[in-house]
Nanobody, 114 residues
Framework: QVQLVESGGGLVQPGGSLRLSCVAS????????MSWYRQAPGKQRELVAT???????DYAGPIKGRFTISRDNADNTVILQMNSLKSEDTGVYYC????????WGQGTQVTVSS
């Protein structure tokens, strides 16, 4: 059974930082590209960042320079370090594993507000 479990969300003031973690089980983690998506209230889910099996990273335009995605294949973990947070970063953040199949976590809420 595949499980992706996110953690690290919460309430933070604008300009603050959060570190999201996603631990995967039930898959051969190193074979999968890993991504973070987010969904703001009333909006569609959007891709935030991806790290490939080879470690290549890619970021959506609005978060470039502020967020960093990384992975630890030994711990089956993908991390999203979020700095200089803005109110528009508010949403539910989802971990995604994809190869031939797509797997999703349950999401973790991030709220950026003063």
């Amino acid at each position: 059974q595949v499980q992706l479990v996110e953690s690290g969300g919460g309430l933070v003031q604008p300009g603050g930082s959060l570190r999201l973690s996603c631990v995967a089980s039930g898959i051969t983690f190193s074979w999968y590209d890993m991504s973070w998506y987010r969904q703001a209230p009333g909006k569609q889910r959007e891709l935030v960042a991806t790290i490939s099996r080879a470690g290549t990273t890619d970021y959506a335009g609005p978060i470039k320079g502020r967020f960093t995605i990384s992975r630890d294949n030994a711990d089956n973990t993908v991390i999203l370090q979020m700095n200089s947070l803005k109110s528009e970063d508010t949403g539910v953040y989802y971990c995604n594993a994809h190869d031939l199949s797509y797997y999703w976590g349950q999401g973790t809420q991030v709220t950026v507000s003063s």
